[in-house]
């Protein structure tokens, strides 16, 4: 870590035994209502961090004193004091395990990783968590990824992040399942309206409004924020819309919510080691995405006497992306002229249409079980997916600035059409064995088949099917009110996307975001979790939870990178068996008028089978499987790139008054190997470490008139979170353009977080 220059300022048997405990539980008389053991159903309306839905809709929340596994829960007041700029940021900032690629160089495009998994926006990054808003998974139909900036922050209630791979949340929930419940009028009446501005002539205006009578309710929150980028050619755009009605009556409450995106974003991609002198600069350019999204969910759970409720889930979600990339030609030969298909670059556009509808039915009930009480649920979910794909290529020049501007014609590589059908049945099961020991069981069966459908003729045609019933089993152990124990262990699986079923031929790498052709059939990714942990607390003011864990994939698939553009050319493959496994800990207290929250994790994720991978841009690469290869040799205990060994994250808050308040946070992380160092052997060697200061604080005005401010990256360092090797075609003088491809340098790229930022704003609030 190194401050900037000067000039810069700027996550069979056992199934038998969960459905006999469902049915049985099902066929029990409802325990009669008790209200100091009586849980409370998990709708929109009842935040309480205490109790955690245990299944996807709601229903009898679970005490979190019962999960096992070590739950983290965000509220709305961390997000609403950290004015992030999407819900990434406040998943980096507050939860533990958490670390960030930001692969792109852009504000609203960075890789999630949770405990070693990936819930990324970028096409081609293996995704590994289920994000669910209101109940819905989100996961994009096409490769799974995960736009983080289609969640809109002020619609956030809460998020809770369910460790390990609970099949109940079904498909990729190999490392975790992240909860998103959205706020509604009955839990935020009032009306707030805010605008703020500061660094690189950032914008942002806020609105959102809440309110109720007796039995209906409205929410509404809007957004707009427009940013120039702290980088050159990155600035970004937002406009989001949230709105929700809701009906409640003593035994039945209905949501019905639409959201609306409509966002913008330049990358600046990564950069050579050599291009730190000025880490502002770019590449090459331009590369931007558009991204609109419609998204209506309704949501219903009607009581059917008792403890029994009954939870339905309807939905439609349409993503429009365009993306475009420029690409160096490592192939080019200048002795050969400009002649189609020779050009220093070229210029891929992609256009990507994606909908996804879905309908879920679950049943949740508290019984008396041979004298215990009981809270099983039982569910299915139906979704299908429908994706239009069109790719068309474009020759182009590189001009001074290093843009790739051209006239020349444009053709259309790929036009496929894909669909998706996903059919999921689980169960889970609380068991009381006696008020200090519960017995958690769960299970589920999924069944995913893919539909490839290749329009330009018959190359990419393909059907695959994918069917496995993945278990869970756990148990919590608490001696005294104070501490629980636990210990589980559960599995789940990732299927193929038709990205990496249609880009797995070694023979014929794809350019990302994807350049297809017909090959080679996947596995699915299994994933085994095993974790026991601790979690308890010293008086009314300090907690703290521990946790280990070893969660092991078979059949992890990975993007094998085979040179090109900063490492953007590669296939799919199976790689045989990978592990991620390490230490959570957590404290968080009050010492009045300070509250304080500290997380340090241990993150160890590594490869366990031998692999011969393609990396031409590693300094150890060898012939080893050809005369004219460039292998290396990953060795079982070799680290997988992008993944710190150590993450460390302190919050504190000051709150003399309820007139004021300051708060910092700090992050920091290890070091990291780059994309192609699988081996770990690269001269150039990691990433650095680095850490991180940011401030956050807030006075009131008047009752209802307040100012804000933050400040990030305060000591304006010099930090990257995510590397790459590849060549630098641009190592002349001036960082000019070589065209012999041959003298082009290995190096290692990087991807440079901002500068420090600071930003002031006003809010005003209405009465309730």
Not at 401 to 412: G, K, L, Q
Not at 695 to 701: S, Y
């Amino acid at each position: 870590m190194e401050a900037r220059p000067a000039a810069r300022r700027g996550l069979a048997r056992l199934c038998a035994c969960v459905l006999v405990i469902g049915a049985l539980a099902l066929d029990a008389e409802a325990q009669e209502s008790n209200p100091a053991e009586a849980a409370q159903p998990t709708t929109n309306e009842i935040p309480t961090i205490e109790v955690v839905a245990p299944a996807p809709l709601p229903g009898f929340g679970v005490n979190q004193n019962q999960i096992p596994a070590n739950v983290q829960t965000i509220g709305a007041k961390q997000i609403e004091k950290s004015h992030p700029m999407d819900s990434s940021e406040t998943l980096e900032r507050y939860l533990g395990s958490v670390n960030i690629n930001d692969t792109q160089g852009g504000p609203l495009q960075a890789d999630v990783n949770f405990r070693g998994f990936t819930a990324s926006p970028i096409l081609g990054t293996p995704q590994g968590i289920s994000v669910f808003v209101d109940g819905v998974r989100v996961n994009e139909a096409f490769g799974d990824t995960v736009n983080w900036d289609l969640i809109p922050p002020s619609a956030i209630s809460r998020i809770t992040v369910i460790p390990g791979s609970n099949p109940v949340f079904g498909l990729n929930t190999l490392g975790g399942a992240l909860a998103v419940s959205t706020k509604s009028g009955f839990e935020f009446p009032g009306t707030d309206a805010s605008i703020e501005y500061g660094s690189w002539d950032r914008r942002t205006v806020e609105i959102s409004s809440g309110g109720h009578g007796e039995e209906a309710e409205y929410f509404v929150a809007g957004r707009s924020t427009n940013d120039n980028g702290w980088a050159e050619h990155n600035p970004s755009r937002q406009k989001q819309l949230f709105t929700k009605l809701g009906y409640q009556v003593e035994d039945t409450d209905i949501d019905a919510s639409v959201t609306y995106a409509d966002n913008y974003a330049e990358g600046n991609q990564t950069i050579p080691l050599s291009f730190l002198a000025d880490p502002r600069q770019i590449y090459s350019f331009p590369d931007w995405q558009y991204d609109k999204m419609w998204f209506a969910n309704v949501q219903a759970s009607h009581s059917l006497g008792g403890q029994q409720v009954l939870s339905a889930d309807v939905y439609f979600r349409s993503v429009r992306s365009s993306i475009f990339n420029n690409n160096v030609n490592n192939n080019f030969d200048a002795s050969l002229g400009l002649v189609p298909g020779n050009f220093p670059a070229n210029n891929i556009t992609n256009g990507i249409d994606q909908n996804r509808e879905g309908l879920s039915l679950q049943y949740n009930g508290i019984s008396n079980l041979f004298g215990h009480r009981n809270n099983a649920t039982v569910g299915a979910a139906v979704d299908h997916g429908s994706i239009a794909f069109t790719q068309f290529f474009q020759d182009a020049t590189i001009q001074p600035d290093r843009s790739t501007p051209s006239s020349e014609p444009v053709h259309e590589q790929i036009d496929l059409n894909s669909g998706d059908d996903n059919i999921g049945l689980y169960a889970t099961d609380l068991f009381e064995i006696r008020k200090s020991l519960s017995l958690t069981l769960a299970g589920r069966f999924n069944r995913a088949i893919l539909h490839l459908r290749d329009r330009l003729g018959t190359a990419l045609n393909g059907d695959h099917g994918f069917g496995r019933f993945n278990p869970a089993v756990g148990f919590n152990f608490s001696p005294v009110s104070s501490l629980t124990t636990y210990a589980s262990y559960n599995q789940g699986m990732r299927v193929p996307t038709p990205v990496e079923l249609t880009c797995a031929d070694p023979t014929a790498p794809c350019s990302l975001p994807n350049a297809f052709t017909a090959d080679p059939a996947l596995k699915p990714v299994i994933s085994k979790t095993f974790e026991v942990g601790a979690r308890g607390s010293l008086g009314q003011n300090f907690s703290w939870s521990s946790a280990i864990y070893r969660s092991t994939l078979d059949d992890d698939i990975q993007f094998i990178s085979s040179g090109g553009a900063a490492g953007t050319t590669g296939y799919f493959k199976n790689v045989g068996q990978t592990r991620r496994q390490g230490v959570e800990l957590g404290f968080n207290g009050t010492v009045k008028p300070i509250t304080w929250r500290f997380n340090y994790d241990y993150i160890q994720a590594t490869y366990r089978t031998p692999l011969t991978l393609n990396s031409p841009d590693n300094s150890t690469a060898q012939p080893l499987t050809c005369p004219t290869c460039t292998d290396i040799q990953v060795l079982p205990g070799n680290r997988i790139p992008g993944i710190p060994l150590h993450v460390a994250k302190l919050d504190l808050d000051y709150e003399p008054s309820a007139r004021w308040g300051v708060g910092m946070n700090v992050i920091g992380q290890s070091s990291t190997f780059p994309r192609g160092d699988e081996n770990n052997r690269d001269v150039q060697g990691p990433v650095p470490g680095f850490a991180v200061v940011n401030l956050n604080g807030q006075i009131k005005l008047t009752q209802r008139l307040e100012l804000f401010a933050k400040v990030d990256n305060l000591f304006d360092r010099l930090y990257s979170s995510y590397g790459v090797l590849s060549a630098n075609a641009f190592h002349l003088p001036g960082h000019a353009f070589d065209s012999n491809p041959a003298n082009w340098p290995r190096e290692q790229f990087r991807s440079i977080g901002p500068g420090r930022g600071v930003w002031v704003g006003l809010s005003y609030h209405l009465a309730d």
